[in-house]
Nanobody, 129 residues
């Protein structure tokens, strides 16, 4: 069973940067496709970014493309989300997710929260205007 723990969320001014981290345990990290999702108050959980098991293939939601970067370090069992040029509309709880299946990489698959079987508790990101 996979355990995921996010960190790095805080209050930041618009235009600022943050790096979120998600530490995994309980399973070989390199066997997990990883993703980041977010949920703002009153809204549904939405896809932010995902990365393939070896880290070669990232994908992004259009709303964060060119501002956010997902990466992973399989030696540290950690996935990161570097967020630059933050906007107030980026305010949300950010969740890390992992998929332990052996299914091949598909951008459409990993943009859906239904494709993940492990979730962290979330970390709050608040962007002030």
């Amino acid at each position: 069973q996979v355990q995921l723990v996010e960190s790095g969320g805080r209050l930041v001014q618009a235009g600022g940067s943050l790096r979120l981290s998600c530490a995994a345990s309980g399973r070989t990290f390199s066997s997990l496709a990883m993703g980041w999702f977010r949920q703002a108050p009153g809204k549904e959980r939405e896809f932010v970014a995902a990365i393939s098991r070896r880290g070669y293939i990232p994908s992004y939601a259009d709303s964060v493309k060119d501002r956010f970067t997902i990466s992973r370090d399989n030696t540290k069992n950690t996935v990161y989300l570097q967020m630059n040029s933050l906007k107030p509309e980026d305010t949300a709880v950010y969740y890390c997710a992992g998929d332990s299946s052996s299914l091949g990489w598909s951008q459409s698959r990993y943009s859906s929260h239904k494709s993940y079987d492990a979730w962290g508790q979330g970390t709050q990101v608040t962007v002030s205007s």
